[in-house]
């Protein structure tokens, strides 16, 4: 029997489509023969049309970036998927999502109903051996020092899941009445908005991160953000406060995204030599050692006063938990090098050397080096993370209910921005695992390419 005798045509947004057998399972796949480039040698040459038709499933749509944003720059960051219940789906489907999500580093699904369970399995498809809680609230949450003790609140069926958000929420999953607090830099960074500004609707972005424990547990490869209660408001204004006069105007309670990828692409030579030949340590229990400090006006990273917890008032740790991560996180798709580092986390930077044959000039710790001293730490960092984070080439996610966002953690940083009243009542489910693997960082054909 040929494909053509079992096919149906039709068509829905100005485009052709075909029905089509998958296999020989008992599966029927929509896919759209203008998108013959993508399609994959599964069905053959179809005798009907004279060229290759396969399954395409889900469809990929570029994100709504603002007016902001650098258009060039963003091209590939994000798509909203369309066509698929996220809900249930198949592992043909999930293969392509994980495949998207690993080139745009981000994937947004609209209209979507999914419960704690779905969501955990859907979190879980991507790294299938994870399965604790990967922010390590589980670990350094249970001492109320810790900065993530009072962001998140464990649904008591499905505790890898988080609820989120702001205000009081009743009778939710299991939860009676959670008190939930949108976190704000006003009781973070060193300095704020004062308050007339801020009735004026300016704020700022909270921390830049990645989600992850950065103590004993690998960081997460995705996370999974669902906007289930999504109160609506004024624009806000996100100001750097930096000296530089940048600020951005922000969807209120947005959460905003870098690529890690721009932000090692746009670095000067010398800068990308170091990236890549260098290897950040986290502190032992970072949350608890950094909550006593303050950061910087821009949210990446600590002001430098000495105030961090001192080792010894530190929850027990051990030297064999504590995590040396390269710079430089490898994409397990597109191969392309993301910088991927939690500034505020950071203690020391462990530098190694040129490689043989490499231009000395201008090259930053040539002969390789240990810093320990936390000024130069930060100070190294944020010059190599300050471009990545300009007004241009940050996404704003605008929330809607029944979003579900995607991220690839290991190739993007996030943050919180903005301040909600008490009666602006959020709630969002958060997920993410501990990862069943380290990060890979470059390879040795990276480091000749750029050191
Ligand atoms: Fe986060």
């Known amino acids: 029997m040929t494909y053509a005798a079992q096919m149906f045509f039709f068509s829905w947004q100005g485009h052709v489509h075909v029905l089509v057998p998958f296999s020989s399972a008992p599966i029927w796949s929509a896919c759209s023969i203008n998108r013959l480039p993508h399609l994959s040698s599964e069905l053959g040459t ?32 994000g798509r909203e998927v369309r066509g698929i219940n996220v809900a249930e789906f198949t592992p043909e489907q999930f293969k392509e999502i994980e495949e998207a999500l690993y080139k745009h580093g981000a994937l947004l699904f609209r209209n979507t ?7 955990y399995a859907l979190t879980k498809a991507f790294d299938p051996q994870s399965e604790s809680y990967g922010h390590g609230n589980n670990k350094t ?3 109320k020092k810790s900065i993530l003790h009072p962001d998140l609140k464990t649904i008591p069926s499905v505790p890898q899941v988080q609820l989120i958000g702001n205000g009081v929420v009743y009778n939710h999953e299991g939860l009676a009445e959670a008190k939930l607090k949108h976190p704000n830099h006003t009781t973070f960074h060193k300095t704020r908005v004062s308050p007339e500004d801020e009735d004026k609707g300016v ?38 406060d930096d000296g530089t006069g940048d600020e951005l105007e922000v969807p209120l309670g947005t959460t905003a995204f870098v690529s890690g990828k721009v932000m090692f692409d746009i670095l000067p030579p010398e800068l990308k030599s170091f990236a890549v030949r260098s290897k950040v340590k986290y502190a032992a229990h970072p949350y608890v050692w950094m909550a006593p400090a303050h950061a910087m006006p821009t949210g990446l990273g600590i002001e430098t006063e000495g105030l961090e917890l001192p080792l010894e008032e530190l929850p027990a740790w051990e030297e064999s938990k504590l995590k040396i991560l390269p710079i430089l996180w490898k994409n397990p798709v597109t191969g392309d090098l993301h910088f991927q580092v939690h500034p505020c986390g950071v203690q020391e930077l462990i530098v190694s050397p040129l490689p043989e044959g490499a231009n000395r000039e201008g090259a930053l710790y040539p002969d390789g080096g240990h810093i320990k001293d936390l000024k130069e730490v930060r100070g190294l960092l944020y010059k190599m993370q300050r471009p990545g984070i300009a007004p241009s080439l940050i996404y704003p996610h605008d929330w809607k209910e029944d979003d ?14 903005g301040a909600f009243k008490p009666d602006q009542v959020r709630a969002f489910h958060q997920c993410n695992l501990a ?4 990060p890979a960082g470059p390879s040795a054909e990276d480091v000749k390419k750029w050191a």
């Open 141 to 143: 949450g249970e001492t």
């Open 46 to 77: 179809l005798p009907l049309l004279d060229t290759a038709i396969t399954i395409m499933a889900i469809e990929l749509a570029p994100f709504p970036v603002p007016a902001s944003a650098d258009s060039v720059k963003l091209a590939d960051f």
């Open 404 to 417: 579900l966002v995607i991220f690839h953690n290991r190739g993007v940083l996030h943050t919180v921005v």
């Open 113 to 119: 109903k999914l419960s704690p369970a779905q969501q």
């Open 203 to 240: 704020t700022r972005f909270y921390r830049w991160h990645i989600d992850a424990a950065l103590y004993d547990l690998n960081p997460p490869k995705v996370t999974t953000l669902y906007g289930i209660t999504v109160p609506q408001g004024e624009k806000q204004i996100c100001r750097y």
């Open 435 to 438: 990862a069943s693997d380290e």
